[in-house]
Every structure is written in structure tokens, then in C-alpha cells.
């Protein structure tokens, strides 16, 4: 079964582009607000609401305004049917060096990023 990869590469770029600009805005009208991120920290899971992501992305200065290095990039992209995917991707904020998982849904609204779990390095 094949399905038009375009329309979930998108919402991708604009994550993309909203975590290099800190822009909260773009951000959250790409993510369900119901959504979370998780992540692991000395071995316990954490987890953090959208909203509560959106007030740190707000008061952080941007990767863009701070002229840090830009490479993020699709490394695969798996969509089961028409209404559901999931993306792994590779960004970065230097010194943090991302691998995102995002699931990806097509609701009425369109596609929206409805979980993210991530891991990060922090290199010097």
C-alpha cells in the first residue's frame, strides 16, 4: 500500500522550523493539544503536557536569533493508512542533539502531531 508521503512531510517542516525559531505559535498548531512529550531521565519517564511546552519554547532564545547551526532531517516515515503515521526525525538546538519520535494523525482539522517521545545528547 502506498500514500502520499507530502502532506505529513509538511506538518514535519514546519515542526521543523518552529523548534530552530522558538516559535511556540507554529508549534502548537501542529501539535493536538492533548499531546505530550516523553523522554527518560536517570532511568524514570518523564513526561511534559503541551502547554506546559509552549511556555518553555516562549521564554528560550531561538537557535535562529543566536545564529546556531541548522540540521534537521527525516529519517524515516512510516504511515500505516491514510490517518496515521510515524516519523523519526534528528534535529538539533546546540549542544542538543535530538532524535524525536512523532506520532502523526490525520484528524478533521488535518494532520497533527499527537505524542512525541525524544531522546537528547548534550555535546560541548
Known amino acids: 500500500m502506498s500514500f502520499d508521503r507530502s502532506t505529513v512531510e509538511a506538518v514535519i517542516q514546519h515542526y521543523f522550523d518552529g523548534l530552530y525559531e522558538s516559535d511556540a505559535d507554529k508549534l502548537a498548531a501542529i501539535f493536538h493539544p ?38 534537521d532531517f527525516i529519517v524515516t516515515l512510516d504511515r500505516s493508512d491514510e490517518s496515521t503515521a510515524l516519523v523519526k526525525v534528528r534535529c538539533q538546538l546546540p549542544p542538543r542533539y ?6 502523526v494523525m490525520k484528524l478533521s482539522d488535518g494532520w497533527q502531531i499527537v505524542s512525541k ?8
Do not use: N
Open 117 to 124: 517521545a525524544y531522546r537528547c545528547d548534550v555535546r560541548e
Open 98 to 103: 535530538f532524535t524525536d519520535y512523532l506520532v
Open 34 to 71: 492533548t499531546a505530550d512529550l516523553r523522554w527518560v531521565s536517570k532511568g524514570q519517564l518523564q513526561v511534559l503536557t503541551v502547554p506546559d511546552w509552549m511556555a518553555l519554547v516562549q521564554k528560550r532564545a531561538s537557535a535562529k536569533s543566536e545564529g546556531k547551526p541548522r540540521e
